[in-house]
């Protein structure tokens, strides 16, 4: 049982170590007014970044560093026959 216990934490910790963290991609900003300039960059919509700004203070922008996830994807290319 506890070799058990031993390879099943190998295995998680090998599965752990084999994951890359990315930071996530989202369209709007909120800046809120709390006397400095804080971000926050965690809103899919608009609506939704209003929707925490109103009450607290602060307006929402375009994140300028969004790149849409059609974006990101790099289009394959084809070898070409000579002709």
Not at 57 to 77: D, H, I, M, W
Request: charged letters at 10%; hydrophobic letters at 40%.
């Amino acid at each position: 049982m506890r070799y058990f216990f031993f390879a099943l934490g190998i295995f998680v910790v090998t599965a752990a170590i084999g994951t890359c963290a990315e930071a996530q991609n989202y369209p709007w900003c909120a800046v809120y007014d709390v006397g400095d300039a804080s971000y926050n960059c965690g809103f899919v919509s608009r609506d939704q970044c209003m929707a925490t700004v109103s009450g607290i203070g602060g307006f929402c922008e375009p994140n300028t560093q969004y790149q849409s996830p059609a974006a990101l994807v790099r289009p394959k290319s084809r070898a070409h026959s000579p002709g």
